[in-house]
């Protein structure tokens, strides 16, 4: 079992397979997006199961699989497949915004992966176009959609809550109504925008603002309100034994009869580091401790010059050297496309 030096069991890793992405959403990259990395500068598909490989005997048990967009890099299904021989992995979810799943989600299932989380803000047609930069809300839709159809459970959707944005968050909760979806209500995070001198702006002037966070306890106080209004009934904790399954930070919610549940996310208002269980490799290959940090390690060149002893080594130092907290930074060197979602 690997803990870090907080006494923190660490057993999940988060691993983004690209930096590239089909859409440009607003609070995630700039217009033009973000200067892609060269295909010798991005991890191997190889590199990647062998350190995961290590980092399943260090006792990382869990594996997310996160982007950019990580159905637009080829192979990624029998990527999958091949994680799911590492000995040790208990589990493989995904992380996408949704838009490929009618391609790929029957693949994946059969490859071994189930779990799966879809970024969705909005239900409106026209704002979902805006906040995305040309997607198209079918297409996500489609996705959801081809994510039951072929198995995967549980299906949750991310929705960050964005003050400035137009989301109607009563029409998610109705989503959980009549099908075993789970919708999580996540805190917009102050990442990126260190680089350019302004944290989290970016270059047209996009980006976080403390104006545009809302804490969870505002989200959940309208959720209830507006949910007894629109007659779904009192909004009630869900016990975490009946909560679905997660790795997370999640706390879930439920209105009577309901299939599905509701989450939130809060790591402003309600922030949960002395609960992380996480470490993140970047499409590039490095090993990050903290998603508010900028400290990383060099895991791309131990991976091409070093042994499995070097590998073993550095785990061991990130988990030595994994902060103790956030510390309500603002801004990041890396915007989140470049860490992973």
């Not at 999958?80 to 040790?88: E, F, H, I, K």
């Not at 838009?99 to 803000?121: F, Q």
């Not at 002037?205 to 809302?214: F, I, K, S, Y």
Request: charged share 25%.
């Amino acid at each position: 079992m690997a803990t870090d030096s907080h006494g923190r069991r660490i057993d999940y890793l988060r691993i983004s397979v690209t930096d590239r992405c089909n859409l440009r959403c607003v609070y995630c990259m700039p217009p033009d997006g973000v200067p892609w990395k060269g295909h010798e500068e991005i991890l191997s598909w190889e590199e990647i199961e062998r350190f995961a490989s290590v980092a399943a005997g260090e006792g990382i048990s869990k594996i997310r699989l996160t982007g950019g967009e990580p159905l637009v890099r080829a192979g990624i299904v029998d990527h999958v497949r091949r994680l799911r021989a590492v000995t040790g992995i208990e589990s493989i979810a995904i992380t996408t915004n949704g838009t490929l799943l009618p391609k790929y989600a029957a693949e994946l299932v059969e490859a071994g992966l189930t779990r799966v989380n879809i970024s969705l803000d909005t239900l409106d047609a026209e704002t979902y176009t805006n906040i995305t930069r040309g997607g198209k809300l079918d297409d996500v839709l489609a996705g959801i959609e081809a994510a039951f159809d072929a198995g995967m459970a549980p299906v949750k959707i991310n929705v960050v809550v964005v003050r400035s944005l137009e989301q109607d968050l009563l029409g998610f909760a109705r989503m959980t109504l009549d099908r075993p979806v789970h919708v999580r209500f996540i805190e917009y995070m102050p990442v990126g925008g260190a680089e350019d001198g302004v944290a989290c702006a970016s270059t047209d002037g996009e980006g976080w603002t403390e104006a545009d966070h809302v804490p969870s306890d505002e989200t959940l106080a309208m959720l209830t309100a507006e949910g007894a209004a629109a007659g779904f009934g009192e909004l009630m904790p869900v016990a975490r034994d009946d909560a679905p399954g997660g790795w997370g930070p999640a706390h879930y919610y439920r209105f009577p009869g309901a299939k599905g549940t509701l989450g939130v996310i809060s790591p402003l208002s309600h922030h949960f580091c002395g609960e992380c269980n996480r470490l993140r490799l970047t499409a590039d290959g490095r090993l990050r401790t903290c998603l508010f940090s900028d400290d990383e390690l060099d895991v791309r060149t131990i991976l091409r010059t070093g042994t499995e002893a070097d590998i073993h080594e550095l785990i061991q130092r990130a988990l030595a050297n994994k902060p103790e907290s956030h510390n309500m930074r603002v801004g990041t060197l890396r915007r989140m496309s470049q860490i992973g979602g």
